[in-house]
Structure formats: structure tokens, C-alpha cells
């Protein structure tokens, strides 16, 4: 998409505007300089303009390296600089035409001289679209500016029938409230699309601003009528939403980006909301870790040894599969940061695995115990299925549920205490601020997920609370009670979300370093 127009230091209109409205529907945009113009949102100051012979060189230095789709005019200062644009279109295919003829003043005051003008008016002919507001059209058709809407089809059908191209009549300049869209042809109204005039200041730039989108709309395929309706209606939030800018004192531009930022906090909301949300649906799940017997032991420094041991060691088996996940959590990462934490964190992984765990329980691993295997086989199912969102998600409750259990079973240790070393394990700061990069990959990961990836995701995450409520009550359990009580954790997912488990299930427990 290229622009041949003057420029605007401010950014609302001339080819800063066109430049964003190109970006803003898809487009890549390109500009040529017809005059640098010293101007900001209350008016014009000056206008320099470059010879005409530089206005063919940066046409000609665009299109000999570059195929150009389509191509917007906007101010042509003088009859010399429309000459060079008429011989450089005659010279090139280019695609798609538009002309928006930047006649008027907002004064009411003529900007061109009577060459410009009669060069303009040939010009008309070798575009596919112009798009004249009513004092324009009445330059153009040599007449008074058209006090309603049947004398401005009149005027426009002439336009049309004279140049042989297409007319985009905009009727914002009518009084009342109505503010009406058409294409005219020399046959008459081709689209007419109606419209509410909008109460705002935010309408610097908006002929430059619909006239590049009608260029771009129909330049990706859409059909004439088809890109008004589109353009209109993307216009129509721009201006609404320009006074959020709060750019300038005068008439301010519009917002070029309001799409894309409305669409930014939506998914930033929809991410944000993710973690915080699986959280709080964890809550009867995190109170019975809490409440139950090891923790409790543990916290009060009167668990048994044996209870104890059985537990380090199903977590030194555990491990050692958990690391295997978060390597494949870093081949599945999109971002190399990423990439770097999951990596770290599975070599993390094995490094407590042989320093805390075998120091105490020996060198040889046991057999894995139900609630582990469980836990393991959750993780890997996420793993395997290649979903980046939903195996992060399976994976933070062993970093947030440990970070937050941390803190009060921190609180609790004291030089006499038999599990000191494992309670300010808990407690270690570089173990929190990898909580809230695991935190922040999570939302990250749901903001560009769908509907149906992110409720995967609470899926993986309420199951992995679930299997952690296990592996806790699984030490200080009888062996004929054990079942049961992993049971209760797996309907504890269910009641909260989860979708059950298939063949032999599990999850995963995250790293204590």
C-alpha cells in the first residue's frame, strides 16, 4: 500500500494517518512525500514542498523494487506535483486507485489553484475511486456545495460520468443528523449505507483515514460496497474513540488502533483472569492440603519419621519424571525466555532430587506409589497431547500450591525443629520468584489460547490440585486407605471442574529449588 500525500508532524491526518489506518486493517504501508507540512490539531502553519523531480524518484525508487497492490493519494499541492503522479500511474501498474482530493480548506477556503484544480479533475480519470467531501465535489463538478443529499448524488452521478470512475459521496458536511455514505456511478446510487452523525472533536484526518482504508479493504479483496460498509464501521470506533487519546487542543485525530487495542485487553483480561481465577477454584482443595495429617506433622514437627521418609521418597521418584515434563515444557515454549525457566527449573529438578532426596532416603529410587505413578501420568498426558497452554497449566500448582504452603510452614520452623532444612526449603526466594514466572507463563499462555484450550487449561490445573491433595494425604495413609482417599481427591477435581481422569492417571508436583 503506498501513499502519495503531504505529511502531518502531529500524526492525525497525510500519511501518518494513512500509514496507521494501512497497519490498522491489514495492510503494509508505504509513503511518498508531496510536501512536508507544519501543522498540528489546530491548523496549518506552513508548507514546504520538494521539487516535483524528487516526488518521481521516490515513486519511482518504490516501485522499481517493490510490487505495489494499491495506492492512495492525498494532498497534491500544485498542478507540476499532479502531472508527475499522472505520468508515474501511466508508467506503472498499480493496482488499486484511490484519489482523495484535498481541495478545501476546513475554512471553507480553496487550496488549489485553477491548474491544480483542472489537473485534479483529469486526474480523476485514471483512479479507481475518488473521494471528495461536498466542498470538494463542488469543485470538482463546478458547482455551488450541495445543500442536501439528492444534489450531492446529482453532482457525484456527474463526477462519475465524467471521469468514468467510481464516487464515494459522504455526506458528513449535510446539516442534521443523519450522515449518509454512497458509491455513484454514472448510473446513479451503487451502496448506500445510512449513518448517525457521531458528537465528537476526534475528526482530524478521518477523509485521509477512510479514504487509505478503501484503498486497503478493497486492495485484500473485498468488493467496493463491501469495503465501505467495513471501513464505516471501523471509522466509526475510531472517532469514538480518539478522545481517549487526548492528543492535542484543537480537532483531535481519531484512533487508528482501536481494534487492536480493544482486542490487547481482551486478552490480556482473558489471561490475567486465568490464574487468578484456577486459584480461587482450588480453595476447598488447597484448605484440605492445609488441614490434613502430614501437613499438620510437618508444620508442628510431630510427624513420624517413617511418614516422612515414605514421602521423600515417593518425591525423589516423582522428580525424576518431573523433570522430564518441564524438558518438554521447554520444547513446547514459544518464547526462548521460556524456554530458558523450563529447562532450568527440570535441571532444578534433578539436582534436588539427588542433594535433598538421596542424601536421606538412599541411592536407589523405590517403586512408585499410586498417588506418584498418578501424578507422573497426569503430567506426562499433558505432556504428550502438545498443548503448550494446557501442560503449563498442569504444571503450576506444583510451583504456586509449594510457594504458598511454604510460607506458613516457613513460619513454623525454629533451630530445634527436625524438618528445618525441608521448611526453609519451602521458603527459599529464587522458589517464589520462579512461582510468579510460572505464574506470569500461565497467563501468558491462556491470553493466546481459545475458548476451548483455556478450559483445557483449568482442566489440567484443577487436576493437578487434586493429585497434589493426594500425594500430601498418601504418607500418613494405611495401605488399605490409601484408594480411598485418592478417590476423594479425583471427585475433589470433578466437584471443581475437572473432567475426570483416563487409565492410569496423574500429575505433576513442581521443583523445591
Not at 182 to 211: E, K, M, P, Y
Not at 297 to 320: E, H
Not at 487 to 500: F, M, P, S
Request: aromatic content about 6%.
Amino acid at each position: 500500500m503506498l501513499s502519495i500525500a503531504g505529511t502531518d508532524p502531529a500524526g492525525g491526518a497525510g500519511i501518518h494517518a494513512d500509514l496507521k489506518t494501512i497497519a490498522a486493517l491489514g495492510g503494509y504501508g508505504m509513503a511518498a512525500v508531496t510536501a512536508l507540512v507544519a501543522q498540528n490539531t489546530r491548523g496549518v502553519r506552513s508548507v514546504h514542498v520538494p521539487p516535483p523531480a524528487f516526488l518521481r524518484e521516490q515513486l519511482d525508487a518504490v516501485s522499481d523494487d517493490v510490487e505495489v497492490d494499491a495506492v492512495k493519494l492525498g494532498m497534491l499541492h500544485s498542478a507540476p506535483l499532479i502531472d508527475v503522479v499522472d505520468a508515474w500511474l501511466a508508467d506503472h501498474e498499480v493496482g488499486i486507485v484511490v484519489l482523495d482530493p484535498v481541495m478545501v480548506a476546513t475554512s471553507g477556503d480553496r487550496l488549489l489553484d485553477a491548474d491544480a484544480e483542472a489537473a485534479i479533475r483529469r486526474l480523476c480519470a485514471r483512479v479507481d475511486l475518488v473521494t471528495p467531501n461536498l466542498p470538494e465535489l463542488a469543485v470538482l463538478a463546478d458547482g455551488p456545495v450541495a445543500p442536501d443529499w439528492e444534489t450531492a448524488v446529482t453532482q457525484a452521478r456527474g463526477l462519475a460520468a465524467a471521469s468514468g470512475t467510481l464516487v464515494l459521496l459522504k455526506g458528513g458536511h449535510l446539516d442534521g443528523a443523519d450522515c449518509p455514505d454512497a458509491l455513484v456511478s454514472d448510473a446513479g446510487i451503487v451502496a448506500r449505507f445510512d449513518g448517525r452523525r457521531l458528537a465528537s472533536t476526534n475528526t482530524h484526518g478521518t477523509g485521509c483515514s477512510l479514504s487509505s482504508a478503501m484503498a486497503t479493504l478493497r486492495a485484500a479483496g473485498l468488493a467496493w460496497p463491501d469495503a465501505l460498509e467495513r471501513a464505516k464501521t471501523w471509522l466509526a470506533g475510531a472517532i469514538v474513540a480518539g478522545a481517549a487519546l487526548e492528543v492535542g487542543r484543537g480537532n483531535g485525530p481519531v484512533d487508528h488502533q482501536h481494534e487492536q487495542r480493544a482486542d490487547a485487553a481482551a486478552v490480556a483480561s482473558a489471561g490475567a483472569a486465568f490464574s487468578r481465577d484456577a486459584w480461587d477454584a482450588s480453595a476447598d482443595v488447597r484448605a484440605a492440603v492445609d488441614a490434613c495429617a502430614f501437613v499438620r506433622g510437618l508444620r508442628d514437627g510431630d510427624l513420624s519419621s517413617a511418614s516422612f521418609d515414605w514421602y521423600l521418597a515417593q518425591d525423589a521418584a516423582y522428580l525424576v519424571e518431573y523433570a522430564r515434563v518441564l524438558a518438554r515444557a521447554s520444547a513446547l515454549a514459544p518464547d526462548p525466555a521460556d524456554q530458558v525457566f523450563w529447562a532450568r527449573s527440570a535441571a532444578s529438578s534433578i539436582a534436588v532430587e539427588a542433594e535433598l532426596h538421596r542424601s536421606r532416603v538412599g541411592s536407589a529410587l523405590p517403586e512408585p506409589a499410586p498417588a506418584t505413578l498418578s501424578y507422573t501420568d497426569h503430567l506426562h498426558a499433558a505432556a504428550s497431547r502438545g498443548s503448550y497452554g494446557e501442560l503449563v497449566a498442569a504444571l503450576l500448582p506444583c510451583f504456586w500450591l509449594y510457594s504458598d504452603l511454604g510460607a506458613s510452614l516457613a513460619a513454623a520452623s525454629h533451630p530445634a525443629h527436625p524438618y528445618r532444612d525441608w521448611l526453609e526449603t519451602y521458603a527459599d526466594p529464587e522458589f517464589a520468584e520462579a512461582t510468579a514466572t510460572a505464574v506470569d507463563i500461565a497467563d501468558r499462555a491462556a491470553a493466546s489460547a481459545g475458548a476451548v484450550e483455556r478450559e483445557r487449561m483449568r482442566t489440567a490445573f484443577a487436576r493437578s490440585m487434586a493429585h497434589e491433595l493426594a500425594f500430601f494425604e498418601a504418607p500418613t495413609a494405611t495401605a488399605g486407605r490409601w484408594e480411598i482417599v485418592a478417590r476423594c481427591a479425583i471427585a475433589g477435581c470433578e466437584a471443581t471442574g475437572g473432567a475426570g481422569f483416563e487409565g492410569r492417571r496423574g500429575a505433576a508436583r513442581g521443583s523445591v529449588a
